[in-house]
Structure formats: structure tokens, C-alpha cells
């Protein structure tokens, strides 16, 4: 597995904006997608966003459509999420993750698709 790296979590006043980023390191890799991910105190890992490497078509829950913005660095080989608008509920860990490959009927929204995963990013917004 290629390692993946977050950071850039912290704690940031609702409204605020704040960019966590996802570096694999290691090696020269090729991702077909990147995906975010997040999983607040007792609630399950749920889907935040997710782009293909390669034209980079992006997808997003419907909970942080037009406030979240997922891109990539093919040079740096990281993947951003900027957080713009951020609400208390957008409090959780951020996981970023890597799918190697295409398959008929992925689904980037689904966790169990992703191959490689981050350790994880605290995110907390008050209030």
C-alpha cells in the first residue's frame, strides 16, 4: 500500500474556512481516484468527497456540496479538500484514501472501494 499523509486539521470557528491536504508518499504512485472521508464521535465513516485522478472529475455528498472543494497536485501528489462555510456538524476526523484501480460498478462513495487509507485529520468547528 502507498502510504497517505494527512494534515493541515485544527480547530476553526463556524463560517471559517480551513484546507486539509493528502500527500502518498514513499514512491512514485498512480491513483485512478482519491477520496475524503470523515467519522465524527459515534457516528459512522461517511462519504465527503472524491475525484479521479485523471481529468479530474470530482464528486461530493450532498452535505458539504458547493462549501467543499476537492482537487489534486499530479506534481506534489497530494489531493486538497478546502472547507469553506464550516458548521459544527463538519467536526470529525478526515480520512483521505487511494483507489488503485477502476472497476465496472465502482462506486467512489463507498469506503470499502478505497485500497489505501490515511491516518486520520482532526477537523473541530465551534460554534
Do not use: H
Amino acid at each position: 500500500q502507498v502510504p497517505l499523509v494527512e494534515s493541515g486539521g485544527g480547530l476553526v470557528q463556524a463560517g471559517g474556512s480551513l484546507r486539509v491536504s493528502c500527500v502518498a508518499s514513499g514512491r512514485t504512485f498512480s491513483f485512478f481516484a482519491m477520496g475524503w472521508f470523515r467519522q465524527a464521535p459515534g457516528k459512522e465513516r461517511e462519504f465527503v468527497a472524491a475525484i479521479k485522478w485523471s481529468g479530474g472529475i470530482a464528486y461530493y455528498a450532498d452535505s458539504v456540496k458547493g462549501r467543499f472543494t476537492i482537487s489534486r497536485d499530479s506534481a506534489k501528489n497530494t489531493v486538497y479538500l478546502q472547507m469553506n462555510s464550516l458548521k459544527p456538524e463538519d467536526t470529525a476526523v478526515y480520512y483521505c484514501a487511494g483507489r488503485y484501480s477502476y472497476s465496472i460498478g465502482l462506486i467512489l462513495s463507498n469506503a470499502p472501494e478505497y485500497d489505501s487509507w490515511g491516518q486520520g485529520t482532526q477537523v473541530t468547528v465551534s460554534s
